[in-house]
């Protein structure tokens, strides 16, 4: 089967190199988005998926716009049988949806219908649900809306975060991808409407998600740490000799006790206790803007943080 894959973050990587592997099917290119600045100096940077496609000797178009009439050109031209889309940042128009026989598939990272969105890997972790999943679909022009083909759940462990879960359904999406292009290449794999009843939308996440509110619950909180981790991370405020500085949580437990929200109720060895509106948040592990990540009993060495201080 000629395949064009079309994605950009690195949860679509592992998916494009068993495919790429796999043999019998043919990637006649890769669509990607263009080169962005990274970083403080702002280097041009490609995405994962251009820099795995050019070191498995594949094609690569970036279109700024993957509506633009060139761009629909070129993936025209490479003359498709099946598009596989997963993680790439645009939506995508009409014509591309209907160019191969056996359509698009989207490779989604939730049990839809729940989570349909940009970001479902967060939001699964914010609701503090305990399993999710990757399902595979034919697109439509709706976000996420279109027929099942195969679903694959997972547990969510409490250690998890964004970034152990993204690895874990990325493999989980690479093994449904490949079963779900051998059922549409044999004619035994049929897509199922899915169901209306238990649609969730899961927005995108934007970087002042990660300011901590104080006065939201203790267990509120540590989901949001662990939807935001590695990023943008869930990060406070503090004041020292040195002005108004961030604070990034990077590990946390909670506890029953609590205080006053965003105050330092206790702060030791044991972690850094501080209120929330229900119970306290203790912090294990932090790092302080310009600084690197250590444990609070470290941190406290070198910096004070009495009792009664005020974050946020």
């Not at 669509?31 to 998926?49: A, F, N, S």
């Given at each position: 089967?000629?395949?064009?894959?079309?994605?950009?973050?690195?949860?679509?990587?592992?998916?494009?190199?068993?495919?790429?592997?796999?043999?019998?099917?043919?990637?006649?290119?890769?669509?990607?988005?263009?080169?962005?600045?990274?970083?403080?100096?702002?280097?041009?940077?490609?995405?994962?998926?251009?820099?795995?496609?050019?070191?498995?000797?594949?094609?690569?178009?970036?279109?700024?716009?993957?509506?633009?009439?060139?761009?629909?050109?070129?993936?025209?031209a490479w003359s498709p049988e099946l598009i596989v889309v997963i993680?790439?940042?645009?939506?995508?128009?009409?014509?591309?949806?209907?160019?191969?026989?056996?359509?698009?598939?989207?490779?989604?990272?939730?049990?839809?219908?729940?989570?349909?969105?940009?970001?479902?890997?967060?939001?699964?972790?914010?609701?503090?649900?305990?399993?999710?999943?990757?399902?595979?679909?034919?697109?439509?022009?709706?976000?996420?809306?279109?027929?099942?083909?195969?679903?694959?759940?997972?547990?969510?462990?409490?250690?998890?975060?964004?970034?152990?879960?993204?690895?874990?359904?990325?493999?989980?999406?690479?093994?449904?991808?490949?079963?779900?292009?051998?059922?549409?290449?044999?004619?035994?794999?049929?897509?199922?409407?899915?169901?209306?009843?238990?649609?969730?939308?899961?927005?995108?996440?934007?970087?002042?998600?990660?300011?901590?509110?104080?006065?939201?619950?203790?267990?509120?909180?540590?989901?949001?740490?662990?939807?935001?981790?590695?990023?943008?991370?869930?990060?406070?405020?503090?004041?020292?000799?040195?002005?108004?500085?961030?604070?990034?949580?990077?590990?946390?437990?909670?506890?029953?006790?609590?205080?006053?929200?965003?105050?330092?109720?206790?702060?030791?060895?044991?972690?850094?206790?501080?209120?929330?509106?229900?119970?306290?948040?203790?912090?294990?592990?932090?790092?302080?803007?310009?600084?690197?990540?250590?444990?609070?009993?470290?941190?406290?060495?070198?910096?004070?943080?009495?009792?009664?201080?005020?974050?946020?």
């Open positions: 089967m000629r395949i064009v894959f079309i994605s950009t973050a690195d949860i679509g990587c592992l998916s494009l190199e068993l495919l790429a592997k796999s043999g019998g099917h043919q990637i006649a290119g890769v669509v990607t988005q263009p080169d962005r600045p990274v970083g403080r100096r702002r280097e041009l940077t490609p995405p994962p998926i251009k820099k795995l496609a050019l070191q498995l000797g594949l094609p690569v178009l970036q279109p700024e716009k993957i509506r633009a009439p060139d761009a629909l050109a070129a993936i025209r993680a790439y940042g645009q939506i995508l128009p009409k014509e591309p949806l209907s160019m191969p026989r056996h359509g698009c598939v989207n490779i989604h990272a939730s049990l839809l219908p729940r989570w349909r969105g940009a970001s479902p890997i967060q939001a699964a972790l914010l609701a503090g649900d305990t399993e999710t999943g990757v399902t595979t679909m034919l697109m439509d022009e709706g976000l996420d809306t279109g027929p099942m083909l195969l679903r694959g759940a997972l547990p969510i462990a409490p250690e998890d975060n964004a970034g152990t879960l993204h690895d874990k359904l990325g493999a989980l999406g690479a093994e449904l991808l490949l079963k779900t292009i051998a059922g549409l290449a044999d004619g035994s794999l049929k897509p199922a409407p899915q169901p209306s009843a238990g649609a969730t939308y899961a927005p995108k996440i934007k970087k002042d998600d990660g300011l901590v509110d104080w006065t939201l619950p203790a267990p509120h909180l540590l989901n949001r740490l662990r939807a935001f981790t590695p990023w943008p991370g869930l990060f406070t405020f503090v004041a020292d000799e040195r002005g108004r500085r961030m604070l990034k949580i990077w590990a946390a437990d909670v506890e029953e006790a609590g205080g006053a929200p965003g105050v330092v109720a206790r702060a030791d060895k044991h972690g850094i206790v501080v209120g929330t509106g229900e119970g306290a948040l203790v912090i294990r592990d932090l790092q302080m803007e310009g600084s690197r990540r250590m444990t609070a009993a470290d941190f406290l060495r070198g910096h004070q943080l009495r009792e009664g201080t005020k974050l946020g």
